[in-house]
């Protein structure tokens, strides 16, 4: 039965010009409603061609009707759902054109979005939930614009929370995992929205698309992690193919590695965009000299790409985007991409610096960090951009707090500062950077040797304060003799409480402050 039924579908594809003859000749008087109803009802293809055409007009049409949810639902219903799946299901052969199958792609999935959008989710949302499959399968055969109306669908319905669960799998033969699949038409749907989001920032659209472009970028970010657990347990599976349960071939993984940098660079650019925005499109301003933002005006705004009502550190889209670039900046060893990124450095400082604002950006904007100065280019805007006043503020800030999450901030900037301490583009310590010694020496002076996460921050300053006072010019170290001294007796003192790696950091601040009062003499 099915295969006559696909036969038949592929006999009257060649009838869709007849059947765009037969629309025309259904005159105004007799578009109604029920006539294109009892065209579905017909039950040949060529009827279901010109009804489902026609209901997609009308729909577009009258506003009165996309508010009657009763007659919505009769129209829903009317559909035949073969047909649907057949359209869905339409793909390249010899008796049809790549353009024909992406049109019908096209059709039924601009259907079921304009239904999608208009039905309450108990009317609709079981019946697609049997139909994600299909929408996933289609995303290769589909236009931009359907990439974009699929990804909607599927993130509407919780699909992500099974994208890593078996539905990610593959299903036999040659097929691509849907999670392949799924990840890649997020990624086109970023890329052909954001490119021409900040166009739209002051339409009344943009919430919702903005909305939808972080949830992607947040789906994105889990992809990133699960990507690099799965990698590192195949690293250390020695040998045993498998193990991770990692479903992509190489040529799968290459490809999602250049579709996410690609991505990622736009990101970059909407990122400098949306900023430079904020501050009268002045790139790179300095601080001191950006506008301060006032209460928003109810006056109309002549520019389009301002916005004084939503802020950028207060739009949910920049957090997800931030969390998603940041992670890829720090795992993919892309130079190219990470060059790209010293360019919004400053950006990334503002974020970091309006972590009061409610929304927290200290984390992600430290784990870019890491990516970005792992090119010189990298550390030349960090140091241009004050960078390692801002984030010393920050290690104090940490130091000084006793909430839970500020030992581990602690730890990740002292990351970010050593990196740049060890760069050869910095070259000596600055004087002012020297007042982290002190800090080193309150902290380990402070910190119980039982709380391990303190511990962890005294040892990470601790090792920063060495790395400083060895590149530091002789005059400067020799004013830190002192403190050089108790640091040393203090890192001694709690090397019995400390075992493994910490034991190992301490041994190495010891062995450091040794080298530095030997050389002092």
Request: charged share 25%.
């Amino acid at each position: 039965m099915a295969s006559n039924q696909q036969n038949s579908l592929l006999a009257h594809e060649n009838e869709m010009s007849s059947s765009n003859a037969e629309e025309k000749r259904i005159d105004s008087s007799t578009r109604s409603l029920d006539s294109v109803l009892a065209l579905f009802e017909a039950g040949d293809d060529t009827s279901n061609f010109v009804a489902i055409s026609l209901l997609r007009s009308i729909l577009d049409d009258r506003k009165e009707l996309r508010e009657d949810r009763e007659t919505l639902a009769k129209c829903w219903n009317t559909i035949p759902t073969m047909l649907l799946i057949r359209l869905l299901k339409s793909k390249p052969n010899k008796k049809r054109t790549e353009e024909e199958a992406q049109s019908m792609v096209g059709l039924a999935v601009a259907i079921i979005h304009v239904f999608f959008n208009l039905l309450p989710p108990e009317v609709i949302e079981n019946q697609l939930r049997d139909r994600t499959d299909d929408l996933i399968a289609a995303v290769p055969f589909s236009s931009p614009e359907t990439v974009s109306q699929i990804s909607q669908i599927l993130l509407a319905l919780n699909f992500p929370s099974l994208l890593f669960s078996d539905i990610a799998k593959t299903k036999g033969g040659n097929s691509a995992p849907s999670s392949y699949l799924f990840i890649k038409m997020l990624l086109i749907d970023i890329r052909s929205t954001i490119s021409s989001l900040q166009e739209k920032l002051n339409s009344p659209e943009y919430l919702k698309t903005s909305m939808r472009i972080a949830e992607s970028f947040n789906i994105i970010s889990s992809f990133i992690g699960y990507l690099m657990r799965c990698l590192d347990e195949d690293d250390s599976s020695e040998g045993s193919p498998g193990r991770s349960g990692l479903q992509f071939e190489p040529s799968q993984l290459l490809q999602l590695r250049a579709d996410i940098s690609e991505t990622m660079s736009l990101t970059i650019e909407h990122m400098r965009d949306r900023f430079d925005a904020s501050v009268a499109g002045a790139a790179g301003l300095h601080p001191s000299a950006r506008i301060t933002p006032t209460a928003a005006s109810s006056a109309p705004r002549a520019i389009s790409w301002q916005s004084s009502d939503i802020s950028m550190s207060g739009d949910p889209l920049t957090l997800s985007e931030t969390r998603a670039l940041a992670l890829w900046l720090r795992e993919d060893d892309n130079d190219t991409l990470r060059r790209e990124a010293a360019g919004i450095i400053d950006v990334l400082f503002n974020l970091y610096s309006e972590a009061h604002s409610g929304v927290d950006f200290r984390s992600p904007v430290l784990i870019a960090l890491e990516g970005i100065l792992a090119v010189p280019e990298g550390v030349e805007a960090f140091l241009k951009e004050e960078g390692w006043s801002i984030l010393s503020r920050g290690l104090q800030n940490a130091l000084e707090s006793d909430e839970p999450r500020a030992a581990e901030e602690g730890v990740d900037t002292v990351r970010v500062l050593l990196a740049v301490a060890e760069s050869e583009v910095t070259g000596p310590s600055k004087e002012d950077w020297l007042n982290i010694v002190g800090l080193a020496v309150k902290e380990m002076q402070g910190s119980p040797s039982q709380d391990i996460t303190r511990l962890d921050l005294g040892i990470a300053v601790s090792q920063l304060a060495v790395e400083l006072l060895i590149r530091a010019p002789k005059r400067l170290r020799r004013r830190y003799a002192s403190q050089v001294s108790i640091l040393s007796q203090l890192a001694g003192a709690k090397l019995g409480a400390a075992d493994g790696e910490r034991e190992e950091g301490l041994i190495e601040v010891i062995g450091g402050l040794e080298d530095l009062e030997y050389a002092a003499r």
